[in-house]
């Protein structure tokens, strides 16, 4: 089955179509407020929708938008879900869609939040913080004053000589694998709970404590080959967790043991829920789906990094900017959604088995 879905253009159409289609399902529907506005002065939330008994003990829980502008395609698998396949569920069980996690970073066309908050690196001890000396000898290079043709051109230089010093593997872990201390960078962890972590923790608490069993997937895009969803567990390989990953879909990557596209996260999400969820079985995963190359990805963080910490959003270079990171993270040719929609209904599919057992 093709998606026959397009992308949305903005972070209101992809909320509009995500709502119009919970309600054409029969969901019922929560709508969070954030406090801020979005880039056209729209109203953000995280949107919610539910299908399923209150009381279901087995939970499938869908996240779009964690990276803000990765919901583009998150939006877009879940509610072309809600339009074509909620109706063959299984009724046992609930289903639940949470839409645009992070609905600032959607909005603005950022990864990060209205705080430059990687959210996926937010959930550590800001007591205990990680350090990342690696990142702190590269921090004005990565994020330069200026973003000038010669300043990007000497940046770039240097940048990829110590790519080339150091191996893909440590340098890709030293930039997008958490910092704390350069809040105009890249990755950006923040020092504290952000709106987003501190909503997460305190919906699953409240909604979920019937669960014995929650299925989560985490939608993203950015890294591995194109259109390809390669599923990462954020424990290592072993852990009853991780092997109860691998018997429900088959073959899922570590990022703790290597092998898989993404570095090692402080502070993601994922591996959190343990904290918010602890009387339930959790087997999540992040569901990553490939869009160009890592260079490239680079290279419209780094541009978008600057344009809030240096320039100015709404000046000239902020649209050119936003389309750079968008293109990054969303792919419109029609193939690409058409590959990231099957392998979509693949690993849900597979969940929903794996929960009727």
Sequence with gaps: MTSHLPLATTYAEARKRFLHESNEAGAATSSYLHPGVGISGEELAIDVAELGPDTATDVVLV????????????????????ECCAADRPHGLSVVLVHALNPHGFSWVRRTNEDNVDLNRNFVDPDRLPSNPGYDEIAELLVPAEWTETERERTDTLLLEMLAERGLEAFQQTISGGQYTHPGGVFYGGTAPVWSHTWLDAWCRQHLGAARRVAILDLH????????????????????????????????????????????????????????????????AALEFGTVDPVTVLHALRADAWLHTHGDPAGPDGAAIRAQVRDAFADDDPAWLDEVWVRFLQVIEQTFVALSD
Excluded: Y
Excluded at 64 to 76: K, M, R
Excluded at 223 to 238: D, H, K, M, Q, V
């Design 63 to 82: 996240v779009s938008g964690t990276h803000g502008v990765e919901g583009f395609c998150g939006s877009a698998l879940q509610s072309r879900w809600l």
């Design 221 to 284: 895009t950015g890294l591995g080959p194109w259109g390809e969803g390669e599923l990462i567990a954020s424990g290592a390989t072993g852990t009853e967790a991780n092997d109860r990953a691998r018997a429900w879909w088959g073959k899922v990557t570590s990022m703790i043991d290597g092998g898989s596209v993404s570095a090692v996260l402080s502070g993601d999400w994922l591996e959190a829920t343990n904290r918010f969820l602890p009387h339930a079985q959790v087997t999540g």
